[in-house]
């Protein structure tokens, strides 16, 4: 009896506990949005990272709830942009990195706000060993790999849509360009959004809204009169400083 209780105390002491996961997939987010805020230049991604990690070291205090609750917030916020966009990126054929790349974010997001959820529902005893805190890492793992086979084995990426392409890149929360001139009325704009985040090509005046997800490549074709028509990113307080005007001739 008491080697058969020995055992069964045992084996859920190598299972990770709620608290344990939340701080490892917290601190994972923190330093990847980081690093990936380096490499693009994206004060939003740098600002949602730095962030994470303050919400992270929060897990210390009061048996972790309010760290765990701003954790969770921004849990749903990156998880919701990066998972959508890997998804769509995977649609759209993309190329393996812009698919794979916020999939790994999205993959740790996901177990990161369950973690939060059971933190702030649990209270202290969020520090017990779980079987399902360490069986969600495992799944959302393996969501990951087969997102990246299927992406290896169908991403191409963007193709031109047409002879004459009006070519715009987002970085930094920012158009390349200021200015596009037309010298047709059947109008072709490639965009790329080498942003963390998702942002917009919006022409309100011609009835254009196209979605940029991150790494994402989208081809817009439209018909417009000769004129000048004013773009801009529709997310809300971004068209303050994403803007531009399409000159059609």
């Not at 608290?19 to 230049?41: D, P, S």
Request: aromatic share 6%.
């Amino acid at each position: 009896m008491n080697a058969a209780n020995a055992i069964s105390t045992a084996r859920p002491s190598s299972a990770f506990s709620w608290l344990r996961l939340c701080r490892i997939t917290g601190l994972a987010q923190g330093v990847g949005l980081v690093i990936t805020a380096a490499a693009l230049r994206d004060a939003e991604a740098a600002a949602v990272g730095v962030a994470t990690i303050v919400a992270t070291a929060l897990l210390g205090f009061r048996s972790g709830r309010v760290g765990a609750v701003v954790l969770g917030l921004l849990f749903v916020d990156v998880g919701f942009f990066t998972g959508a966009a890997a998804i769509t990126n995977l649609a759209d054929r993309a190329s393996p990195a812009v698919t794979i790349a916020p999939g790994v974010l999205a993959a740790i997001a996901v177990p990161g706000l369950a973690a939060a959820v059971a933190v702030v529902a649990r209270g202290s005893r969020a520090t017990v060993p779980s079987r399902l805190a360490g069986i969600l890492p495992v799944v959302a793992g393996i969501a990951l790999v087969a997102l990246g086979a299927i992406s290896f084995a169908t991403g191409g990426g963007a193709t031109p849509a047409g002879p004459e392409v009006l070519r715009l890149e987002v970085s930094g929360a920012r158009f390349s360009q200021s200015e596009l001139t037309a010298t047709g009325r059947a109008v072709t704009v490639q965009i790329t959004n080498h942003d963390l985040f998702w942002h917009t090509f919006t022409i309100a005046d011609l009835g254009v809204d196209v979605k940029l997800p991150v790494g994402g490549d989208k081809d817009v074709t439209f018909t417009a009169a000769p004129g000048t028509y004013t773009y801009f990113c529709s997310v809300p307080g971004h068209s303050a400083f994403m803007h531009g005007v399409l000159i059609v001739r």
